[in-house]
T-cell receptor, first 115, second 114 residues
Framework: DTEVTQTPKHLVMGMTNKKSLKCEQH?????MYWYKQKAKKPPELMFV???????INESVPSRFSPECPNSSLLNLHLHALQPEDSALYLC??????????????FGNGTRLTVT | AQKITQTQPGMFVQEKEAVTLDCTYD???????LFWYKQPSSGEMIFLIY??????QNATEGRYSLNFQKARKSANLVISASQLGDSAMYFC???????????FGTGTSLTVIP
C-alpha cells in the first residue's frame, strides 16, 4: 500500500470548471511535490514545497494553483484548464528537500481529462 | 548540468530470465544519489532501489540490484528471475545535494514474455 494517498483517482472536467486534487502523506516528510506526466514520458516537476513553503514553481501557468495547508497535506487547485492539460498528476514526498539520498515517494496519481 | 540517459526505449525478457536496464548519468557534483522507479500501467511510481555516490558496494533489494560503475557513470538496474508483474516502465533518476530537482531519464518499457 502506498503511503502517499491522492484523490481523486480519475477526474474529468470542463474548461470552465474549478476542481482540486488532494494529496496526503503521513511519513513525516518535510518536502512535497507536484508532477505532471504525459503518456510514455518522464514526470515533469511543477511545484515543490519545503517545510510548507513554496520553494519551486517551474513556470507553471496560473490556472494551476498549489496549496500546502500543513506538513501532511498538499492540494492542487485547477481552474480554466485547457485540453492539453490532460495528464497524470503525481504527488510525491521526500524526507528532505536538500539531501541527495532522500528518495521521492509517489502517490497513485490522478488521471485528469479536460474536455 | 545534470543529465540522465536511458538508451533502451523498449526491452523484452523471457519469464524467469534476468534483464539489465541501462542508465548513464552526467554530473559534476561529487555527492549524488541514483534511483530506479517502476511505473506499471496503473500509473503509480514505485521506488525500487537507491545508490549513493559514495557507496562502494552495489545496492540490492530483493530481485533488484544496481550495477554501479562510477568511473563509467553508469547505474544499470538488474532484475533477476523476471516475473510477469515486472512488465512496466522503468525510470532512472538522479538527485544532487543542491536544489530540489530530481532528474529523470526517458524511461525503458519492459515486457516480460511468458
Amino acid at each position: 500500500d502506498t503511503e502517499v494517498t491522492q484523490t481523486p483517482k480519475h477526474l474529468v472536467m470542463g474548461m470552465t470548471n474549478k476542481k482540486s486534487l488532494k494529496c496526503e502523506q503521513h511519513m513525516g516528510h518535510r518536502a512535497m511535490y507536484w508532477y505532471k506526466q504525459k503518456a510514455k514520458k518522464p514526470p515533469e516537476l511543477m511545484f515543490v514545497y519545503s517545510y510548507e513553503k513554496l520553494s519551486i514553481n517551474e513556470s507553471v501557468p496560473s490556472r494551476f494553483s498549489p496549496e500546502c495547508p500543513n506538513s501532511s497535506l498538499l492540494n492542487l487547485h485547477l481552474h480554466a484548464l485547457q485540453p492539453e492539460d490532460s495528464a497524470l498528476y503525481l504527488c510525491a514526498s521526500s524526507y528532505r528537500v536538500d539531501s541527495y539520498n532522500s528518495p521521492l515517494h509517489f502517490g497513485n496519481g490522478t488521471r485528469l481529462t479536460v474536455t | 548540468a545534470q543529465k540522465i540517459t536511458q538508451t533502451q526505449p523498449g526491452m523484452f525478457v523471457q519469464e524467469k530470465e534476468a534483464v539489465t536496464l541501462d542508465c548513464t548519468y552526467d554530473t559534476s557534483d561529487q555527492s549524488y544519489g541514483l534511483f530506479w522507479y517502476k511505473q506499471p500501467s496503473s500509473g503509480e511510481m514505485i521506488f525500487l532501489i537507491y545508490q549513493g555516490s559514495y557507496d562502494e558496494q552495489n545496492a540490492t533489494e530483493g530481485r533488484y540490484s544496481l550495477n554501479f560503475q562510477k568511473a563509467r557513470k553508469s547505474a544499470n538496474l538488474v532484475i533477476s528471475a523476471s516475473q510477469l508483474g515486472d512488465s512496466a516502465m522503468y525510470f532512472c533518476a538522479m538527485r544532487i545535494n543542491t536544489g530540489n530537482q530530481f532528474y529523470f531519464g526517458t524511461g525503458t518499457s519492459l515486457t516480460v514474455i511468458p
